[in-house]
């Protein structure tokens, strides 16, 4: 339905911010990452670790980045979660990433 190979909700949402019962379109990458702020209202801080190559040292060096994700109404997240979030368009200046599924908690 909403274009990727995930498990829809169980329950519905009014959002209309929603990829599941919305018109919110996805487009783009598909990161997992482990869920470490949800004081926001209706987002998440989404953090991914990953190892980027020094060509200079030949050496791997780890890293992470912060998200910030839009969480539907019909989808419940907490911290410690590890969420499934797909690139949208813009909904606000520093969010671009929607949770589509809950993978579980860590």
């Keep these: 339905m909403v274009g990727i190979d995930v498990p829809e909700p169980k329950s519905k949402c009014s959002d209309p911010n929603c990829p599941f019962h919305g018109d919110l379109p996805l ?14 209202e209706r987002t998440v801080t989404v953090e991914r670790s990953f190892y980027k190559f020094i060509r200079k040292y030949e050496r791997y060096e780890k890293r992470k980045s912060k998200i910030k994700a839009h969480k539907p109404d019909c989808i419940d ?4 979660d590890t969420v499934k979030i797909a690139e949208c368009r813009p909904l606000s200046k520093t969010k671009n990433f929607v949770v589509v599924e809950v993978k579980g908690e860590e």
Excluded: F
Excluded at 27 to 40: F, M, N, P
Excluded at 77 to 80: A, I, L, M, S
């Design 27 to 40: 487009r783009g990458q598909i990161l997992e990452g482990t869920v470490v702020s949800d004081k926001a």
């Design 77 to 80: 997240v907490r911290v410690g």
